[in-house]
């Protein structure tokens, strides 16, 4: 063990600092339990508080109002360009020689009333926030360029997260780019092809794990405990600061009016602490004057959060995940805290869908032209759910995120449209059709086609 531990050294003996080894710009920064108030230096990758173990949050003092017109004035192009930081004055204000960006953010917001009215809102209502447009193709790229750029920041050497493939991604790719190592554990057999496939492209160390997403982050955490590798899952309150972006820009686009619900996926539930801790230090600035409702939607089958909401936060229970939206087949959510808080910021609500429910909302945002990996869909699913449960009224106006492109899991538009269910295709299946090499068989293809 004292091999590895001389080769993977503490943080602050490399990286962006002076010659005393403290890093950098790093001076002011804190961080704060969100327990017991402790509060500690920014300037190492603390990702749990070390009087009481509870989460952390970047502490950002945000004195006075924020005007929306200076956002990315003044900025270097390297932080103008990026959707995460052009936002600076709300950020952790790092060293800028140690900012790894690909020009992350700056997504789509998409409407479209055949998703309103599939949602039971009205014209107009309803908009969707595509993440899947980020560089690596999902939402975690915003956390990753300020947590590897953190990483940089303390001198850390290696980087490192469990993931059941979206952040294996991104962290792969934000490692690549700043030329560190990256080890990546991931769920052995369970997470799709596409997402380890860029995994793997990109030169992150990959270790398939024999359990599932939550005994490889426990794993990774011993890890994490016993030597100097940098952990980037979202227990890390650098990785959540960017996710906050979806929330800024998303709002930015809507010219600073609140919608009355966003409805988002729970897995981990960094987003659910990102967004609410987001929206709190908007109405600190004075850039809005309300708070929307977050509707966190959890997989049936993968819904301890909903659980624990349901029984009025009095007992959590991790469960053993199962559900084919396998961006959120999560048993044991990292940020539970975190995400009570948020939802208990906005009053939000908490439901669950069926995977039959998360794939057919899916069929449908695909078939707007739009697409989605499974996961995302379910924002549609339980944005539907809500209204037809009279949680949300129908002339609520609600934008829906969207984490990943539909890409991340070709496997699964496969099996939805390909293969039969019970015998029978499903309703909004679209196979291809079978025709021979002649013109009147094509035709009748075109015949269809035309008429529906």
């Known amino acids: 063990m004292s091999a590895v531990r001389d080769d993977v050294r503490a943080p602050a ?21 969100m327990v017991c108030d402790a509060t500690y230096p920014g300037d190492r990758p603390l990702t749990r508080c070390e009087a009481c173990g509870g989460l952390l949050d970047v502490d950002l003092a945000l ?15 390297v932080l103008r360009s990026s959707g995460v930081w ?11 020689a140690a900012i790894v960006s690909r020009a992350e953010g700056n997504t789509p917001l998409y409407w479209d009333d055949r998703l309103a009215a599939y949602a039971g809102l009205g014209t107009g209502q309803l908009g969707f926030k595509h993440e899947g447009h980020n560089p690596t193709a999902s939402f975690k790229d915003r956390g990753m360029t300020v947590g590897v750029s953190h990483a940089r920041a303390v001198g850390a050497r290696i980087v490192a997260c469990a993931s ?19 080890l990546v554990l991931i769920p052995e057999g369970k997470i799709s092809g596409g997402k380890l496939s860029q995994t793997i492209a990109y030169g992150a160390r990959v270790v398939q794990v024999a359990g599932d997403f939550d005994q490889a ?20 309150p650098f ?49 809005i004057d309300r708070l929307p409702k977050l509707a966190v939607i959890q997989a049936a089958g993968a819904a301890p959060f909903a659980a624990y909401h349901a029984s009025g936060y009095r007992a959590f229970a991790a469960v053993v995940a199962e559900t084919v939206a396998t961006a959120i087949k999560i048993g044991n959510p990292a940020s539970t805290p975190r995400a009570r808080r948020s939802v208990e910021l906005t009053q939000g609500v908490v439901t669950t869908v069926s995977d039959d429910e998360i794939l057919d909302a899916k069929a449908a945002i695909d078939r707007a032209g739009i697409g989605c990996e499974p996961a995302s869909a379910a924002s549609l699913a339980g944005l539907r759910r809500l209204v037809a449960d009279g949680a949300i009224a129908p002339d609520a106006t609600a934008v829906g995120i969207l984490t990943g492109h539909v890409l991340k899991d070709a496997d699964a538009v496969v099996s939805y449209h390909l293969e039969d269910r019970d015998d029978a295709p499903r309703p909004s299946a679209n196979r291809p059709v079978r025709v021979a090499a002649e013109l009147p068989a094509l035709e009748r293809v075109l015949a269809d086609a035309l008429h529906g």
């Open 164 to 182: 059941t493939g979206n952040t294996s991604a991104s962290l792969a790719s934000y490692a690549a780019a700043a030329g560190m190592p990256a």
């Open 217 to 236: 982050l426990a794993l990774l955490r011993q890890l994490t405990d016993a030597y100097d590798v940098y952990l980037v899952n979202s227990v890390n």
């Open 63 to 77: 004195d006075g109002p924020v005007r929306p017109e200076a956002f990315g004035v003044g900025l270097p192009p």
């Open 239 to 287: 990785r959540l600061e960017g996710q906050k972006t979806i929330i800024f820009e998303l709002l930015e686009e809507l010219g600073w009016r609140v919608p009355d619900v966003i409805a988002l996926p729970g897995g981990n539930l960094g987003n659910t602490a990102a967004f609410g801790k987001a929206l709190g230090e908007l109405m600190r600035v004075g850039l």
């Open 13 to 33: 003996e490399t990286g962006v600092g002076d010659d005393a080894g403290t890093p950098a710009g790093l001076v002011d920064l804190r961080v704060r339990c």
């Open 86 to 96: 052009r936002y600076w004055s709300l950020l952790p204000a790092l060293p800028e």
